[in-house]
């Protein structure tokens, strides 16, 4: 028993195993790249089946770690998404920046936990640094504060959580302490093409989403600022950077003339699309935007950092620090940043490492090509769409194409033949 203890934990404490393991994981890594562009982008039918086999009983005894990870490779990778092939067009998913995942590896390895500077020096000051980087490329106000969050859902989560403390704060409630039974009223106010997202985090909030006040949006989802509500000191406005289906990006700075003349709280949801800041080109769109209290922003999307990798900024450090204010005897806190302050995680791992990769190696001018980039294909795919008779239904403002055939019919028969063009396994399946 004792010996078949022994032989199980050693792995990790054995470095010629262990470099062993890293090494075949490289291998792997490889293969499944070098493959990327002769594969379905969704999983063969045959893969998806073949995950089958994981389905087994909890094992009661250990296994072989190399054979544990070969069998991840050979069941796992055929039945992975091709998120990072060049032919991925699915959703609004970033692809990967290769010095990305490298540093990723690296800080894999380093596996620290970040809640705290003396338990991570490293990723305290990677994090300070990224703030910094981050508020000036897109053109924030100076000492806008930053949480690095695993996406922008509980970006959105955070900045209305931040918001609705603030709010209430000043109003004489401090709502950590005493709830939201009997706190004053908090409102919310949604644009009516809002992202899912922001639904979510309002349920979370216990702000109720039949409570939402939904101000109507115009042809390409952009909200209305001329029809919102009459706003108070108690409303959080939630406008949106970034449309999923247009890439509209909403007037964010008239909404914030109303909203803080009146004293309420404007969250930007701009989970892809606040990367248009970094454009001089797009500066007409993105005007106003810095006058808002909190942004959610990812980089996992149009700055194809690896998953899972967002930002929460916020004005007000305050507001945002000491709405995830905890404590313990045993937390060490430092005069550096303690990076639990900043989300509501504890425990998390250094993800700000894959973004400082990028944007070190990319810099402010290669943030701005791929952005530019992006926005160039998504115009030529259009143009190339509606000179074959497709119907472009969006103006493109960013990199978003809206398109269909001419009936529903047409274009659910086209996405069929396209799906067996990627895959030709499809059809002998089906
Ligand atoms: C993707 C997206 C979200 C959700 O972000 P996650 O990173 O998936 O949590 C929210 N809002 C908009 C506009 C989005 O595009």
Redesign the pocket.
């Known amino acids: 028993m004792e010996n078949e203890q022994i032989s199980t934990t050693t792995h990790w404490a054995d470095p010629d195993s262990f470099s062993l393991l890293l090494d075949k994981a490289r291998q792997f890594a490889g293969e499944y790249i070098d493959g990327l562009e002769q594969r379905p982008v969704f999983p063969a039918e045959l893969s998806l089946q073949a995950m089958d086999a994981l389905d087994e009983p909890l094992p009661e005894e250990p296994s072989d770690p190399l054979m544990v990870l070969a069998r991840l490779h050979e069941i796992g990778s055929p039945s992975a998404v091709a998120q990072t092939s060049g032919r991925y067009f699915g959703f ?1 998913n970033g692809g990967m920046i290769p010095v990305a995942l490298a540093a990723k590896w690296l800080a894999d390895a380093w596996d620290q936990n970040t809640a705290h500077y003396v338990m991570s020096p490293i990723n305290s000051r990677l994090e300070e640094i990224c703030e910094r980087w981050v508020v000036d490329l897109l053109l924030l106000p100076v000492g806008t504060a930053a949480g690095f969050v ?7 989560f955070s900045g209305l959580c931040a918001g609705r403390n603030e709010l209430l704060r000043r109003r004489g409630w401090d709502v950590a302490k005493r709830g939201l039974y009997g706190a004053p009223r908090i409102r919310v106010i949604v644009g009516a093409s809002a ?4 639904h979510k985090s309002i349920s979370m909030l216990g702000l109720g989403t039949d409570n939402i006040e939904v101000v109507p949006a115009d042809d390409q989802g952009r909200m209305l600022p001329d029809q919102m509500p009459k706003l108070d000191g108690g409303a959080l406005v939630v406008a ?1 950077v ?3 289906n247009s890439g509209a990006i909403d007037p964010v700075g008239a909404v914030c003339q109303q909203a803080h003349a009146a004293g309420s709280w404007v969250h930007v ?5 606040l990367w248009a800041c970094v454009m001089p080109s797009m500066r007409h769109l993105c005007d106003g935007i810095e006058k808002a209290d909190s942004w ?1 922003v ?1 980089a ?2 149009t700055l194809n950092v690896p998953y ?1 990798s ?1 930002m929460i900024l916020c004005r007000s450090r305050d507001a945002l620090t000491s709405a995830f204010k905890a404590s313990a005897s045993y937390f060490q806190w430092s005069e550096h940043r303690d990076g639990m302050n900043f989300t509501p995680s504890m425990s998390k791992r250094a993800r700000v490492v894959e973004l400082w990769a990028v944007l070190k190696s990319l810099g402010r001018r290669g943030v701005q090509q791929l952005v530019e980039q992006l926005c160039e294909n998504a115009r030529l795919f259009a143009q190339l769409l509606r000179e074959r008779g497709f119907q472009i239904h969006n103006d493109i403002v960013f990199n978003q194409v809206l398109v269909s055939c001419e009936d529903d019919e047409l274009t659910t028969a086209l996405e069929a033949r396209r799906k067996e063009a990627d895959d030709p396994g499809e059809r002998t399946v089906k």
């Open positions: 609004v695993c996406g922008t859902t509980i970006a959105n992202h899912a997202a922001v949106q970034g449309n999923v949801d701009g989970a892809f699309g959610s990812d996992h999307k899972d967002g």
